[in-house]
């Protein structure tokens, strides 16, 4: 079950500079930042509030450390921008599963690894109404206590 938005993923060119233009702005503060080589980004989590599934909400901030990575291409083609929306579930496993059943395209035969150890796929956004949806499993014992048990 999806129980929270997990995090708004924003394509940006220059990450510290855009971090800093949230924390000026609107006083969020960097609560993770990580490169993850696999899907080819540089980002920073900055948590905007804590969920009533255990939880939390991010905005993850993403510059691309490849031209050929998703963000790079998708960058070079529309700026700077919201590149994808993530749900937070118990079991990504399961939901993507029967997501897939379906009909729904999704990316990843297994989930792969996010930010902060979490466990991530997505759906392909021609067949989500052209939303890039992410689904997430944090790493974190207590988030997500509804759990997959349900
Ligand atoms: N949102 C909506 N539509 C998108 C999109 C996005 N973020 N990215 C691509 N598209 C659209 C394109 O506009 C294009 O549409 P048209 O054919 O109508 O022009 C179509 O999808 C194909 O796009 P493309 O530029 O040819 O790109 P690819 O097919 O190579 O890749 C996708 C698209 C979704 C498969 C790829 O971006 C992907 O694998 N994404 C998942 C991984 C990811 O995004 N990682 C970065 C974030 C990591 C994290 O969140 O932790
Ligand atoms: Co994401």
Not at 27 to 52: C, P, W, Y
Request: contains cysteine; charged residues 25%.
């Amino acid at each position: 079950m999806l129980t929270r938005i997990d995090h708004i993923g924003i394509a940006c060119f220059d990450l510290d500079k855009t971090v800093e233009f949230y924390r000026a702005t609107y006083g969020f503060e960097v609560f993770h930042s990580e490169v993850n080589e696999e899907q080819g980004v540089r980002e920073a989590m900055l948590k905007i509030n804590d969920t009533s599934d255990g939880g939390s909400s991010y905005l993850q901030l993403l510059e691309p450390t490849r031209e050929d990575s998703a963000v790079g291409k998708w960058l070079a083609k529309n700026g700077e921008g919201v590149h994808h929306i993530a749900f937070g579930t118990a079991d990504v496993d399961g939901d993507a599963e029967a997501i897939r059943s379906k009909d729904i395209r999704v990316l990843y035969d297994e989930p792969r690894i996010g930010s902060m150890g979490s466990r991530i796929t997505f759906l392909h956004p021609k067949d989500t109404h052209g939303v890039l949806t992410e689904l997430v499993t944090s790493a974190k014992p207590s988030a997500d206590h509804s759990s997959a048990e349900h």
